[in-house]
C-alpha cells in the first residue's frame, strides 16, 4: 500500500501537522543554502514523531548540465552534511535533475554528473529525482538504483520501478508551502522514525483487541495478557517496514561494514524497547481461575 509524505524547501512543516494529515515521511535539503537544508533537530524531531526521513540535494535547478566535475564536488558536499545530520550510510541521498532535460543531455552531461555523484560518497546510496526521462534512463542503466519521479515533465506517465513519485504541488501544511509524495514501495531509501516503547497509559488506552468496552475482560491476568499484546501493536503500527528491512539485511548485506553497524544500532535499540516493557506489565491481584491443567516453566 503507498506511504504518503511530503517534501518542502525553505519552510518545514512542524511533525505534528504532518501527523494530523496523515503523512509518514518528510523529504527535506542539503544543499549549498544553509535556510533552505533541514537541521539535525529538524530531523530528529521528525523522528521523534513518527515521521521518517529522506534527503535530496540540490545546487541549482540545472547543475546536472555542468557534468562529471560538479557531480564529484556535489556528491562529496552531500555525504558530508548527510554525516552532520547523523543520516545513515545506508538510506538514500536523492540528488535532483529539476528541469525537462532532452535526450541529448540525459545522454551526456546529467549522465555524468550522476555517475559522478554517485562515486563521490563512497558508500553513500543514491538516487535521481526528475521527469520521467530523466528518472528511466538513470534506473535502467543502473547509475543509480533509487528514482524519485515528479508529475512534471512526465506527460501523465509513471514509470513503475521508481520508489518515489511527487504528485502535486503547492499544499499548505502546517502554514508551509509542501508538495505531496507517496511511496510505492516500503523501502524507499529512508532514515526511519525512532522506535518508541509506549506508556503504560497509552497501552490501558489503546483502542486493540478486544475493541468495546463490555468486551474488555475484567480478570486481572487476562487483562494483562491483552495490555501486553497491545504493546506488540502498537511497535508494529510504529514501524511497518522493520521487518522488510531485516529481511534485506538477512539477505547477504550483512557482510558490509556500514550495513552491520546499522543492524548493531537497531539491535541495541530494540534492547532498550524490551527493557522498557519488561516494566509495564500490571500488577496482578484478585483470584486465579484455571480450568484444564496450567503449566508452568522455569524462566
Not at 549522465?111 to 528511466?136: C, E, Q
Not at 522493520?242 to 530494540?270: P, T
Request: negative net charge.
Amino acid at each position: 500500500m503507498p506511504i504518503e509524505g511530503v517534501d518542502s524547501s525553505y519552510c518545514r512543516p512542524s511533525p505534528a501537522s504532518l501527523v494530523a494529515a496523515g503523512k509518514h515521511f518528510y523529504i527535506g535539503y542539503v544543499s549549498p543554502e544553509s535556510g533552505k537544508n533541514v537541521t539535525k533537530a529538524e530531523c530528529d524531531a521528525f523522528r521523534a514523531a513518527g515521521i521518517d526521513v529522506v534527503l535530496v540535494w540540490e545546487h541549482t535547478a540545472n547543475r546536472a548540465l555542468q557534468g562529471a566535475e560538479a557531480g564529484h564536488s556535489d556528491g562529496s558536499s552531500a555525504r558530508n552534511q548527510a554525516d552532520a545530520l547523523g543520516y545513515p550510510s545506508t538510506s538514500v541521498i536523492y540528488t535532483a535533475v529539476d528541469f525537462d532535460a532532452s535526450a541529448s543531455q540525459i545522454a551526456g552531461p546529467v549522465h555524468d554528473y550522476l555517475d559522478a555523484f554517485a562515486a563521490a560518497g563512497g558508500l553513500m546510496v543514491t538516487g535521481v529525482y526528475g521527469g520521467i526521462d530523466v528518472v528511466s534512463y538513470v534506473m535502467s542503466h543502473n547509475i543509480m538504483a533509487f528514482g524519485w519521479q515528479t508529475y512534471a515533465w512526465s506527460g501523465g506517465d509513471w514509470y513503475a520501478p521508481a520508489q518515489l513519485r511527487q504528485y502535486h504541488n503547492g499544499v499548505t501544511i502546517g502554514g508551509c508551502d509542501t508538495d505531496l509524495d507517496r511511496a510505492m514501495v516500503a523501502d524507499f531509501g529512508q532514515w526511519e522514525a525512532e522506535m518508541t516503547a509506549p506508556t503504560p497509559a497509552q497501552i490501558w488506552a489503546f483502542d486493540g483487541i478486544p475493541n468495546t468496552a463490555a468486551d474488555k475482560p475484567t480478570n486481572p491476568t487476562t487483562a494483562a495478557a491483552f495490555a501486553l499484546g497491545n504493546v506488540r501493536t502498537m511497535l508494529l503500527n510504529q514501524v511497518p517496514q522493520q521487518s522488510s528491512l531485516l529481511a534485506g539485511v538477512a539477505q547477504g548485506l550483512s557482510n558490509d561494514v556500514a550495513m552491520k553497524a546499522e543492524l548493531d544500532a537497531m539491535n541495541v535499540k530494540l534492547d532498550k524497547i524490551l527493557t522498557a516493557i519488561a516494566g509495564l506489565s500490571p500488577g496482578v491481584s484478585g483470584d486465579l481461575n484455571v480450568t484444564g491443567v496450567l503449566h508452568l516453566a522455569e524462566a
